[in-house]
T-cell receptor
Framework: GQQVMQIPQYQHVQEGEDFTTYCNSS?????IQWYKQRPGGHPVFLIQ???SGEVKKQKRLTFQFGEAKKNSSLHITATQTTDVGTYFCAGPMDSNYQLIWGAGTKLIIKP | DAGITQSPRYKITETGRQVTLMCHQTWSHSYMFWYRQDLGHGLRLIYY???????DKGEVPDGYVVSRSKTENFPLTLESATRSQTSVYFCASSAGFSYNEQFFGPGTRLTVL
């Protein structure tokens, strides 16, 4: 069936280092959404990408949608403690427009 | 602006008992969703609703029942709770379907003993 794979599962970084999470779909997506979930919290929408090759920036966060619309990435420059949490990608299913979620990448700042 | 609320926030129950989790949104969003979140599985869709009186199964519907008599409410019932249903449950709403962001409630942490 249709799947959205997200890697890595965890990433440990020193504060100030960069962080990247990758999302790969088994099928072409009409759009992809990114969410952030802080520890103990609920997912919060960050952004939606729709166009092939689209790049969007939110301060230190850069989101990309692949040319084939099957993959996406989120890059955080110079991580801060406020970036801690789990980042999820989600894309709509072909058959009924439900969102399929990646398993998430947990960003951990090393003490 | 209350947004989307869930109750209870925490619940402990026993195997075999019926449990209802409540979800209420104040935005008049058409679409509502129930997810469960377990370690290593991300978010899995249980049921969703496109409007009042319209519901459909998601990825993991077995053992759950939903109803939506009013646009703003979308309760989730576990008819006979099992230990495998121990999880964090999130309700979400959206103005549209796949092109609209989903707004999540704070979640209900359910433990089935």
């Amino acid at each position: 069936g249709q799947q959205v794979m997200q890697i890595p599962q965890y990433q440990h970084v020193q504060e100030g280092e960069d962080f990247t999470t990758y999302c790969n779909s088994s099928t072409t997506l009409s759009n992809i959404q990114w969410y952030k979930q802080r520890p103990g919290g609920h997912p919060v929408f960050l952004i939606q990408l729709v166009k092939s090759g689209e790049v969007k920036k939110q301060k230190r966060l850069t989101f990309q949608f692949g040319e084939a619309k099957k993959n996406s990435s989120l890059h955080i420059t110079a991580t801060q403690t406020t970036d801690v949490g789990t980042y999820f990608c989600a894309g709509p299913m072909d058959s009924n427009y439900q969102l399929i979620w990646g398993a998430g990448t947990k960003l951990i700042i090393k003490p | 602006d209350a947004g989307i609320t869930q109750s209870p926030r925490y619940k402990i129950t026993e195997t075999g008992r019926q449990v209802t989790l409540m979800c209420h949104q104040t935005w008049s969003h058409s679409y509502m969703f129930w997810y469960r979140q377990d370690l290593g599985h991300g978010l899995r869709l249980i049921y969703y609703s496109a409007a009042a009186d319209i519901t459909d199964k998601g990825e993991v519907p077995d053992g759950y029942v939903v109803s939506r008599s009013k646009t703003e409410n979308f309760p989730l019932t576990l008819e006979s709770a099992t230990r495998s249903q121990t999880s964090v449950y999130f309700c979400a709403s959206s103005a549209g379907f796949s092109y609209n962001e989903q707004f999540f409630g704070p979640g209900t942490r359910l433990t089935v003993l």
